[in-house]
Each structure stands twice: as structure tokens, then as C-alpha cells.
């Protein structure tokens, strides 16, 4: 093969992005995948989540509708269909992404790569045999591995995402652990699919911040929710054994025992580099893969992006990051503004955030003001059916600057973009407050919350 100007490593959304970024530029480029296009994200994480969220939504709206007499259906939700739904989904998506490469003449080398230099690597191919390549520079985004934790008298397998996803059956049971690298967000979305079709779900987590960075309110009220839709949540709660199909916990309020037919961690991740021969060419990791905010790494040339850097484990992260490694890899000069990074529990209702929250502006000596509206005094809310939710602002007191945005109801992931955007533009909240939105829509809680700021 050629030399190329820049070769991916892994082809997840840092990857991915990544390389159709390079190919912009009018970058030579090669991307190396051991397993399907598309990386763990789009096969085996959250995009197979997303489509069973999606699919449970569908289900709660059709209730919602049918209870008014306007549709009507008894049909439960189909647990084997869904899965094959999600599973046909997936498989067009992984051959989207091929197809994107093909037609921007990427190379796609189905293998696993080991650096023989920092301007070198060899592939073991999946089909058998190896091939050289080499390339002005390397972007590392190999993503991360499963690592469940072991617990105390439980000889059973925990499950992880992917495993989770790919039941038959839903279990009669599940325990689901929370406290991976992005808090409980996973294990409360887990949790809402299988409580949907019928599993008795309890939620632990043994910390009593479950989302950093979330109003603790909203938190509160979320959980609310997810305890009405039949979701069990514990904080500040140890698993002390699982013994058979139950299991033991130690919750401030004492031990319990809950039904755990399935134990699943959907969040038990490390960041995978093995074999790819980092010490080889000396690229410092250690918990990841240590990068700059232009994602390179100690050897020029290298650069990493995503959950192999150990840091923000999210998709859009490293999509961000993916783009930045790019440009520099090809002599611009981009650095990864992570400050307004959205994130998302797709439950129901609906959790988004951005920016920080009161405690954190507390710690940072802010003088603070809030807005707060609530959606469920929205029109488009009301018409959807879905009442419960709010926003709420935070302000800066001296300087009117938006410092976060807390969004729960329906319609919080799409409306966070344009929270996220009003905090990458370093808006004001009487800018905010002079958007005029269509009407009726969901986003004008945005400046219902900015009007009421005090």
C-alpha cells in the first residue's frame, strides 16, 4: 500500500470523523478497524441503545394516545422484533460508514495494527497475513474495552452493554450497576428499556453524585420518574453479595435483598490500547493515553482522540476531538474546546445538561442568578402529551453570561444543542431572551427560563 498522509487507527466516531475530516483537506488516508466500521459506538454501545430507547418512547406515546381513546392497541412492546429491528439498524449504519469511506477513497484495512515506528505499523489482517503501512502521522482511537467488576460471591457473568443488548429474552430480573466513566447515565437507560418490557429493575450505585455536573434537582426529579415506570434506584448503596438470582445491598437505610436474575454494568470500561505497541515508540498512557488540548501526544506525529484518552468518554467528544486531530495532524492548528460538551440521559423524561452546575459555580466563587420555566405550561408539551420536565438557567449576577442549562422533559437532547451553542458563543442571557422561537415549540422554555432569570 502507498504511503498515506495520515492513518487512523480505529474507525468509532473519533476515527471516523477523523478521517473524512483528513480526506477534506485533501489528506491521503487509511483507517484500520478490527471488528465492524463504525467502532464499538455505532455496534455494540449507543447507537443500539438509542434505537431500544427510541422504540420504548414509541411504545410510552402510543399508551399515551391509546389511554385517550384516539388509537387503539393492547399490543404490548415486542422484545424479540425490537431486537431485530436494532439489529438490522446497526448493520445498515456499519455499511454506511464503509460506503462513506469507499466513496471518499479511504482505505479501509480490516486488521489489527502494533507500531514498528512512529511513522510505521504493521496490521495483523482479520482474513490472515499482515501488511505494512506507513504515514506522516497517526491518529490513535481504538475506544475502550469492557472491564466488569468482580463481586462478592457471585460466580455468574455481569454483563456488559453489548452482552445486555443482545439478550433473547428480556430477564424476569436485573440488577444494574452504575458508576462507570460517565456516572449513571447508561445504567438509568438500561434500566428504563428493560423495565419497559416487563424486567423488575433495581438500579445501584454506591456514590451520591449519580450524574456529575447534573442540577441535583433534576436528578431528583428524573429518578421520580424512572421509579414510576417501575425502575428501582439506590444510592450511596455497596453490593455486599449475589447469591444465586438475589442479591444482597447495603444501603444507608440498611441491607436489602433485590431479585438478580441478570446482573448487567453497562458503563464498565477502560480504554484499550493493548497491542498496539505504544511502549515501542514511547507514547506515554497509563489509565489512556496521555494528549494535549490538540489531542497529540508526547511523540510528534501521534495523536490520540476519544475513550482511549481515558477522559471524556463520550461519542460527540470524540467526534470533536477526531476533527481537531486531524488538522493538526495536517499542519493547522485546532485545540478541543470541551466547555460546552452536552450530555444526555435518554430516558423518560428526558435528561440534558450543559455547562456547570450551582455547586460547581458555588466552588468557583460566582455570584449566581437562575431562570426557571416549566414545560409542563408548554403548548407543543401539552399537545404531546408529555407535562412533566423544566429548564433551568444559570446566570453570572455581575456580567448576565450563561454559565449552564439544565433541561428535563421531553425534547431535552435536541433542545441542549442549542443550549450548548449559546455557551460555545459566550452568550449572554439577554441575548437569550431576545431569540424569538416558532411558536409553539418546545424551545420556547429556553427563553421562558431567561426572562424569568433573577
Not at 385517550?68 to 422484533?81: A, C, E, K, M, P
Not at 436485573?174 to 449513571?184: I, M, N, S, T
Not at 423488575?200 to 428524573?222: I, K, Q, S
Not at 481537531?324 to 440521559?345: F, H, I, K, Q, T
Request: charged share 20%; net charge negative.
Amino acid at each position: 500500500m502507498e504511503d498515506k498522509d495520515l492513518i487512523v487507527i480505529g474507525s468509532g466516531p473519533g476515527g471516523h470523523a477523523a478521517a473524512l475530516r483528513a480526506v477534506e483537506l485533501g489528506a491521503r488516508v487509511a483507517v484500520v478497524e478490527a471488528g465492524p466500521a463504525g467502532g464499538n459506538c455505532v455496534n455494540f454501545g449507543c447507537i443500539p441503545n438509542n434505537i431500544m430507547l427510541e422504540t420504548v418512547r414509541f411504545g410510552l406515546e402510543l399508551q399515551e394516545f391509546s389511554s385517550s381513546g384516539i388509537v387503539q392497541s393492547s399490543d404490548r412492546l415486542n422484545f424479540s422484533r425490537a431486537s431485530a429491528r436494532r439489529e438490522r439498524l446497526v448493520a445498515q449504519m456499519s455499511g454506511g460508514i464503509r460506503n462513506q469511506f469507499e466513496a471518499s477513497a479511504i482505505d479501509f484495512v480490516v486488521g489489527r495494527a502494533s507500531f514498528t515506528s512512529p511513522t510505521s505499523a504493521t496490521v495483523s489482517l482479520e482474513d490472515g497475513g499482515s501488511t505494512d503501512l506507513s504515514g506522516k502521522a497517526f491518529i490513535i482511537a481504538t475506544g475502550a474495552r469492557p472491564k466488569p467488576p468482580s463481586l462478592p460471591g457471585f460466580n455468574g457473568e455481569v454483563l456488559t452493554m453489548d452482552q445486555a443488548l443482545r439478550l433473547t429474552e428480556p430477564p424476569p430480573s436485573a440488577l444494574v450497576l452504575g458508576g462507570g466513566p460517565v456516572g449513571l447515565g447508561f445504567a438509568l437507560e438500561q434500566a428504563f428499556v428493560l423495565a419497559a418490557f416487563g424486567t423488575a429493575v433495581t438500579v445501584v450505585d454506591a456514590g451520591d453524585e449519580p450524574l456529575p455536573g447534573a442540577d441535583p434537582e433534576m436528578v431528583e426529579y428524573l429518578i421520580q420518574g424512572l421509579e414510576a415506570a417501575g425502575v428501582r434506584v439506590l444510592l450511596s448503596t455497596r453490593v455486599e453479595r449475589v447469591d444465586g438470582a438475589e442479591a444482597e445491598l447495603a444501603t444507608p437505610n440498611g441491607a436489602v435483598r433485590v431479585l438478580a436474575a441478570a446482573v448487567i454494568a453497562p458503563d464498565c470500561r477502560r480504554p484499550y490500547f493493548d497491542g498496539l505497541g505504544l511502549e515501542e515508540v514511547g507514547v506515554h498512557s497509563s489509565d489512556g493515553i496521555s494528549v494535549d488540548e490538540r489531542c497529540a501526544t508526547n511523540v510528534p506525529g501521534i495523536y490520540a482522540v476519544g475513550d482511549v484518552t481515558g477522559a471524556m468518554m463520550f461519542s460527540h467528544a470524540a467526534t470533536l476531538q477526531g476533527r481537531v486531530a486531524a488538522e493538526n495532524a495536517l499542519g493547522l492548528d485546532a485545540r478541543a474546546r470541551l466547555r460546552s460538551l452536552p450530555r444526555v440521559v435518554h430516558t423518560e423524561p428526558e435528561l440534558a445538561y450543559v455547562g456547570m452546575n450551582e455547586q460547581q459555580v458555588q466552588e468557583k466563587g460566582i455570584e449566581v442568578r437562575t431562570g426557571f420555566s416549566d414545560l409542563g405550561a408548554n403548548i407543543r408539551a401539552q399537545a404531546r402529551g408529555q407535562r412533566d420536565g423544566a429548564v433551568k438557567l444559570l446566570v453570572g449576577a455581575k456580567h448576565g453570561e450563561i454559565l449552564g442549562i439544565h433541561i428535563l422533559g421531553p425534547g431535552a437532547g435536541e433542545l441542549i444543542g442549542q443550549a450548548a451553542l449559546a455557551l460555545q458563543l459566550d452568550n449572554t442571557v439577554e441575548e437569550l431572551v431576545d431569540i424569538t422561537h416558532w411558536h409553539p415549540s418546545l424551545s420556547e422554555a429556553l427563553t421562558e427560563a431567561a426572562r424569568r432569570v433573577s
